[in-house]
């Protein structure tokens, strides 16, 4: 029976890691960008702000980096 028990153990911690891996984006500079839109919609500039800036200064050569910057721009204005 002990040896059942662990199988399912095991198997459970598979399908944990599994999941968990397969959740992650892998782009970081997407998942602020996507944060920053959200907290633009939710009326919070400031905060939006903070992640547009983020992205210009973590991930420079980014694809998200020039629209961060341009939706920086907008929200100054």
């Given at each position: 029976?002990?040896?059942?028990?662990?199988?399912?153990?095991?198997?459970?911690?598979?399908?944990?890691?599994?999941?968990?891996?397969?959740?992650?984006?892998g782009d970081k500079a997407k998942d602020?960008?996507?944060?920053?839109?959200?907290?633009?919609?939710?009326?919070?500039?400031?905060?939006?702000?903070?992640?547009?800036?983020?992205?210009?200064?973590?991930?420079?050569?980014?694809?998200?980096?020039?629209?961060?910057?341009?939706?920086?721009?907008?929200?100054?204005?």
């Amino acid at each position: 029976m002990k040896q059942g028990r662990m199988k399912v153990f095991i198997l459970t911690l598979m399908i944990l890691f599994s999941v968990a891996v397969s959740g992650c984006s892998g782009d970081k500079a997407k998942d602020i960008m996507d944060t920053a839109i959200l907290e633009e919609k939710q009326h919070n500039p400031d905060h939006a702000r903070q992640l547009y800036q983020e992205i210009i200064q973590k991930y420079p050569d980014s694809a998200f980096a020039k629209d961060a910057q341009k939706k920086l721009s907008e929200l100054k204005k």
